[in-house]
């Protein structure tokens, strides 16, 4: 029998009168079950949590980074039996997952630290009135409340702890609502902080079916900020039934890899293969699109089928650079959008391959835009090269996306690679470099349908406190 896996609730692990069986990508393998709370389980989770604030937020940041710093410490302690339970659980190379644990613990270090350094301000004034007295404004940033995190599976722990740690320094109380495919590594995190003595109630788990529980844990009137990353069509639900609440979300992206003549072209092949492959491409930030100008595209082109021809396909366990993707629903999709490449003109590089979820990488060059691929978000390990003859043609075909998340530029022209910056409609623009996520005390955001909000620990932190002002006059 499997193990049943139960959520943290109240400082106490349990079960739901119902559960939910977690299969392995990759081969189906059963890996345990998660319970499929009620919404009566939320309201509990949700109870609990509000009444555990004031006592939360009453500590000094000092005391909660304190937390904070434990529970890092313990997933470095348990990042392979972690990391190998994750590696299943979404198909995710061995060594990946592991360090994508290890990582996690950095983010909850850098936030506990952020948090202590975390400043208000007095300021100085008067009214606009004639011999008004002169008045001092003492300003302090409080936390929201509680604050509910939905994690998405691609990085279950990672984007889990991203959201939890500069929450909870802040002195909000934290729900994590982790994706059902990835739900047993986000409850593995959550042992995490349970085992460095958070008090009960400051962070509790949610796991359930989205018909059952997924508006009502969104539209439930504890919540006082929504902090989400996940698809644009789930993002833009949760948007509406926000409300007036603050949100943070991180949705798709169709990341473009602007190649100019004048480009290392083996260097950026290498960066679009491992930007826009690796994990199978399915990452918001890989690259989805490469627009290369025609005069270098045949030998970018070349230059990267090498490197694609690098690539290891096969099974989380054994490392694989290319794995199984999440679902036979992702399969399917990405397998759509390759036949409609081909149907209409496109030349695959190498012959499109399938079998049941795992996909062969598949470059397709001639890709115009009519195409699906053109515009669509595989979340998969395919990419199209579009053949452009001007920067103005590949700024256009990039801007013309409905997402805007990240862009790369590849020149030695560094005027040129600002001016181009300036003018794409990102969130962020890596000049000779892979769209990624980048180091954790940049911002991280996206415009038009790839989200709203800024991200980063210290973005993060400004994003779930709220500024209160205290005035008085300065007696004469």
């Not at 029998?1 to 939910?20: F, R």
């Not at 590849?410 to 180091?439: D, M, S, Y």
């Not at 210290?458 to 709220?466: D, F, L, N, R």
Request: aromatic residues 6%; negative net charge; proline residues 4%.
């Amino acid at each position: 029998m499997t193990k049943q896996y139960k959520n943290l609730v109240n400082g106490e692990w349990k079960l739901s009168d119902n559960d939910i069986k977690i299969y392995a990508p990759a081969n189906g393998e059963e890996l345990g079950s998660v319970p499929a709370m009620s919404q009566e389980d939320v309201d509990y989770v949700y109870a609990t949590a509000k009444a555990a604030q004031p006592a939360w937020r009453a500590l000094s940041y000092v005391e909660r980074a304190a937390y904070l710093h434990k529970a890092a410490d313990i997933l470095v302690r348990d990042a392979e039996k972690i990391g190998a339970v994750l590696s299943k659980e979404v198909a995710k190379g061995y060594k990946a997952a592991v360090s994508e644990v290890v990582r996690t613990a950095d983010i909850i270090r850098y936030a506990a630290e952020e948090g202590v350094r975390l400043e208000g301000e007095v300021l100085e004034g008067g009214s606009f009135e004639a011999g008004s007295k002169k008045k001092i404004a003492i300003v302090r940033r409080e936390p929201l409340g509680l604050v509910l995190a939905i994690s998405p599976f691609n990085y279950p722990v990672n984007l889990a702890g991203s959201k939890i740690a500069p929450a909870l320094i802040s002195g909000n109380v934290v729900a994590l609502k982790p994706p059902t495919q990835g739900s047993i590594s986000g409850l593995l995190l959550a042992e995490a902080f349970a085992e460095a003595g958070l008090p009960a109630g400051v962070f509790s788990t949610i796991t359930g079916k989205g018909s059952v529980i997924g508006d009502y844990i969104v539209e439930h009137e504890a919540v006082n900020f929504i902090n989400f990353t996940g698809s644009t069509p789930i993002g833009e639900r949760i948007g509406k039934l926000a409300g007036m609440r603050p949100i943070m979300l991180e949705l798709g992206g169709k990341d473009s890899a602007i190649v100019l003549e004048d480009a290392n072209l083996a260097k950026a092949a290498k960066d679009i293969v491992l930007g826009g492959l690796s994990y199978s491409g399915q990452r918001c930030t890989a690259v989805k699109r490469v627009l290369v100008m025609d005069s270098v595209a045949d030998k970018l082109t070349e230059l990267i089928n090498a490197e694609v021809a690098k690539l290891s396909v096969g099974m989380p366990e054994d490392n694989a650079d290319i794995t199984p993707v999440i679902d036979s629903g992702s399969a399917d999709y990405i397998e759509g959008l390759a036949k409609d490449a081909e149907e209409k003109g496109a030349k695959a590089q190498t012959e499109f391959k399938r079998e049941g979820n795992l996909i062969w990488p598949t470059i397709y060059d001639n890709v115009t835009t009519d195409m699906r691929l053109a515009w669509e978000e595989p979340f998969g390990p395919i990419m199209p090269i579009i053949r452009v003859s001007s920067v103005e043609e590949a700024v256009k075909i990039s801007n013309e996306s409905e997402y805007g998340l990240q862009a790369s530029v590849f020149t030695n022209n560094f005027p040129l690679a600002f001016k181009i910056a300036e003018q794409l409609e990102v969130g962020t623009v890596h000049i000779n470099n892979k769209t990624q996520r980048g180091t954790d005390n940049f911002p991280f955001l996206g415009a038009k349908k790839s989200g709203a909000g800024t991200q980063g620990v210290k973005y993060s932190i400004e994003a779930m406190t709220t500024v209160k002002s205290t005035v008085f006059d300065i007696a004469d």
